[in-house]
């Protein structure tokens, strides 16, 4: 898998000076190198891996986000499920796994997948500020609440995103009886 650290570094667990100034400004963090390390050794039981390329890693409220460059999409569905398990496991996060994308369109059907995204529609504020409402067409096979997806979509994109759904997981009090 090709990283934004030296390999080398994260097998000594020493930074050299170039690595080390990208956690010191943000770039990325020492749980990004956590992951990083456990993808090393990953590689060795998954190698349809090594051609991915890590870019970071993002957790919010209990979701852990792992971000590549491109390739994760293309992996057999047993390979990203199984990665995705022993993500999991090891970081006791839920965990999703995806490429990503500066396009928005394409960024958000990644995030929502499989749920499909539907629509796209800018909403004029009254400040005259513009906001983003994705429609969705199922919240449950989401995989994580409206409020992490908008925080992960402002942070990747710096873009403020309200998510609809069309099927809601929980239901209005005594829509349907009891
Ligand atoms: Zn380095």
Redesign the pocket.
Known sequence: MEFP??V??LKTGV??S??EQKIREGELTPTDLEIMRFFLELEKKFPHISSLKYVRSLAADGYLFVFFERGFSSLPADVQTSLRNELGLRTGLRVKLMDISRDLNTFLQSLVAPARLLAINKVWLPDQTTEVKAVVDDERSVGAPPNVLSAIVQKVLNISVSFEFQRRTRLPPGRFGR
């Open positions: 650290v030296c080398f570094d930074l050299c170039k690595c």
